[in-house]
């Protein structure tokens, strides 16, 4: 039994040491993401406005039975005259039950028949608010993988760059001790390694708050997360035109779908308020069964049964105002949810544009900040080599050390820069998909 609760706990702790990859947490954010889920209960419980919409326009029916008991008492005159002349008492006691059914069916209600197709456009419209919430999963699960992954290469990089000024400072401290330096050298190299040592610090704190984002939007902590590869294939974007992925953005962006099906939906609610003045047709049926039971002994009890069938018109007079005020903010409604398609479409195609160039740029750059590491390397090189003979002093050993980690952070940050803005364009372009994600878990170390 211990051996079996060994070899348990030990297959527990692997698992828990093993690197998440993109598509395990993406995984994680889809079933334990609270704003998600969110949007899919809030999904689920918009499909029911057709429903009741639609009721209005279905016939209605309602059953009553009630039992009553009366006991009346009054007083009367008696104008007979004899000995029985002046006020008389008369009490009255008995039973009524009544049974009613009545039944309704809409023939002509235009209010109600705009309120149903709203509703449908409406429910269209929650589709699509859903599938602009998954599809922002999937962008925001990509922001805080990839925040871990550039929380990590600072961290690195700064690890680094703390060890090689320590390194120098050390080395500084040991020619002035021989008499090679000045103090001076000595104050430079350990300014250079507290501003390294601060910076380390700040980077360890970043790296545990993008965990922190990352437990958040899966509900579970992770201490390990799959690096990229080092060689990618990140190029230009295709189609290679700007225009073309606007126009997909046009057709296919979530958030404009939804505001032409917002517009189309208030353009219906508008219509329906407009025809509260028109007369409504409605079939009516009803049926009763009364039975009342005799007061006296010397009567029977009576039984009353009705049919009526008809067809009631309504026609609207007078509401105070509230039907015209309500046609007014009606036409105002559709107003302005014809700004708000417009702003959404202004504003996709300046995302789109900005993106599409940002993302040219940025392979550009990935190739220009790689050579810059190459060259900043070589520059270490021969300055601690000129420091070592004497032709360069420590200052110039430090700035070209820190050229060198700042080149490996601008490159690293340039790779994560290509990733998200890649997966942003792809998002205002109504394209972005699970597979998109699946496709970047490929470029992970140990990707598929």
């Known amino acids: 039994m211990n051996k079996l609760l060994s070899l348990t706990t030990a297959l527990l702790a692997s698992a828990s ?153 050390e080395q500084t401290k040991q020619r002035f001790d021989v008499g090679l330096i000045a103090i001076t050298d000595v104050h430079e190299a350990q300014a250079a390694y507290d501003l390294s040592y601060v910076n380390l610090l700040g980077q360890e704190a970043a790296l545990d708050i993008s ?39 046009l057709s296919k962006y979530a958030g404009v779908l939804l505001a032409e099906a917002g517009k189309d939906s208030v353009r219906l609610q508008r219509n329906a308020a407009r025809s509260n003045h028109l007369p409504t047709v409605q079939l009516t049926a009803a049926y009763s069964d009364a039975e009342q039971a005799p007061f006296s002994t010397f009567k029977d009890p009576t039984d009353s049964k009705a049919t009526v069938v008809g067809v009631q018109l309504t026609v609207p007079l007078l509401a105070g105002g509230s039907l015209y005020g309500q046609s007014k903010q009606a036409a105002l409604n559709f107003a302005a949810a014809d700004y708000q398609l417009e702003k959404q479409r202004r504003d996709v195609r300046q995302n789109i544009r900005s993106l599409f160039r940002q993302v040219q740029t940025d392979t550009l750059n990935i190739k220009a900040r790689k050579q810059a590491i190459t060259s900043a390397q070589s520059a270490v090189e021969a300055t601690e080599t000129g420091y070592r003979v004497g032709t360069r002093n420590i200052v110039e050993v430090l700035d070209a050390q820190k050229n060198l980690y700042r080149a490996q ?15 942003n364009l792809k998002f205002f372009a109504g394209t972005l998909n699970e597979g998109d994600l699946q496709a970047l878990n490929g470029w992970l170390a140990n990707g598929a």
Do not use: C, H
Request: hydrophobic letters at 40%; aromatic letters at 8%; proline letters at 2%.
């Open 211 to 249: 965990y922190e984002a990352l437990e958040q939007l899966t509900g579970q902590r992770f201490d390990r997360v799959v690096p990229l590869k080092a060689e990618v294939p990140m190029e230009l974007p295709e189609p290679a035109n700007a225009d073309d992925w606007v126009q997909s953005g």
């Open 17 to 169: 040491l093993q690197a998440a990859d993109l598509s395990t947490i993406y995984q994680q954010a889809a079933s334990n993401d609270a704003e998600i889920a969110a949007a899919r209960a809030t999904r689920e419980a918009n499909s029911y406005n057709v429903t009741i919409a639609r009721g209005a326009l279905l016939p209605q029916a309602q059953l009553s039975y009630g039992i009553n008991k009366y006991d009346t008492e009054a007083e009367s005159i008696n104008l007979a005259g004899g000995a029985g002349a002046g006020y008389i008492d008369i009490e009255k006691d008995y039973d009524l039950k009544a049974l009613q059914v009545q039944a309704s069916q809409t023939l002509f209600n235009l209010n109600s028949w705009y309120n149903y197709q709203a509703a449908v456009t409406g429910d269209s419209a929650a589709g699509l608010e859903l599938q602009l919430a998954e599809q922002q999963l999937l962008l925001r699960t990509a922001q805080a993988y990839f925040n871990v992954l550039r929380a990590q290469d600072n961290l690195s990089t700064a690890q680094a760059e703390e060890k090689a000024v320590k390194r120098s400072l």
């Open 409 to 423: 952070r601008d490159y690293a940050n340039a790779r994560y820069d290509y990733i998200l803005n890649l997966l």
